[in-house]
T-cell receptor, first 119, second 112 residues
Framework: GAGVSQSPRYKVAKRGQDVALRCDPISGHVSLFWYQQALGQGPEFLTYFQNEAQLDKSGLPSDRFFAERPEGSVSTLKIQRTQQEDSAVYLC?????????????????FGPGTRLTVL | AQSVAQPEDQVNVAEGNPLTVKCTYSVSGNPYLFWYVQYPNRGLQFLLK????DNLVKGSYGFEAEFNKSQTSFHLKKPSALVSDSALYFC??????????WGAGTKLIIKP
């Protein structure tokens, strides 16, 4: 497909388990974002990649969260030793341009999200 | 601090009537403003954006939004609502760098 895809769509983990969430952005998109969306809230920024470089990880809530995009396309968000407060929908978005560019700002294209439930 | 407020948790409109979903913002510098829609079990979909230029911005599915600098608002509007417009709507503002700051969302319910 032409859109952003994420897998798995749903993930149930026991507290303390490690999880890995995958994002396939639109082909050729330079920028990739991860967001966390709690129930009834808007998305909260987690991290940003420009190609393979992670330029901003200021939104990651703890050192249990780790993201990578080694070849500048697919990205993985890993959460170690999951806690109940990690339960949320994790959204991935990609954008064709460089975020922060002074030129016309491109909108972000979102995947359907991964709903993580930690028991 | 930069922020976005959507003062209404839910908006109810009869089909065929005009609708407005409110958004106000607080940013330093020029605001870049966005509206997204979220249908159940689907990703956020871009509706429209204001970067510069005309205060009235037209977007997807017949939606438009009016940028009002003096009132720091960017309300979403549609002249005639459809039942299929029922969804969750998010307003967002780009901060001084590139991060999107999001409102909490407004649930729009269109009744036949």
């Amino acid at each position: 497909g032409a859109g952003v895809s994420q897998s798995p769509r749903y993930k149930v983990a026991k507290r303390g388990q490690d999880v890995a969430l995958r994002c396939d952005p639109i082909s050729g998109h330079v920028s990739l974002f991860w967001y966390q969306q709690a129930l009834g809230q808007g998305p909260e920024f987690l991290t940003y990649f420009q190609n393979e470089a992670q330029l901003d990880k200021s939104g990651l809530p703890s050192d249990r969260f780790f993201a990578e995009r080694p070849e500048g396309s697919v990205s993985t968000l890993k959460i170690q030793r999951t806690q109940q407060e990690d339960s949320a929908v994790y959204l991935c978005a990609s954008s064709p341009g460089l975020a922060g560019a002074s030129s016309s700002y491109n909108e972000q294209f979102f995947g359907p999200g991964t709903r993580l439930t930690v028991l | 601090a930069q922020s976005v407020a959507q003062p209404e948790d839910q908006v109810n409109v009869a089909e065929g009537n005009p609708l407005t979903v409110k958004c106000t913002y607080s940013v330093s510098g020029n605001p870049y403003l966005f509206w997204y829609v979220q249908y159940p079990n689907r990703g956020l979909q871009f509706l429209l954006k204001y970067i510069t230029g005309d205060n009235l911005v037209k977007g997807s599915y017949g939606f438009e939004a009016e940028f009002n600098k003096s009132q720091t608002s960017f309300h979403l509007k549609k002249p005639s609502a459809l039942v299929s417009d029922s969804a969750l709507y998010f307003c967002a503002v780009r901060d001084s760098n590139y991060q999107l700051i999001w409102g909490a969302g407004t649930k729009l319910i269109i009744k036949p």
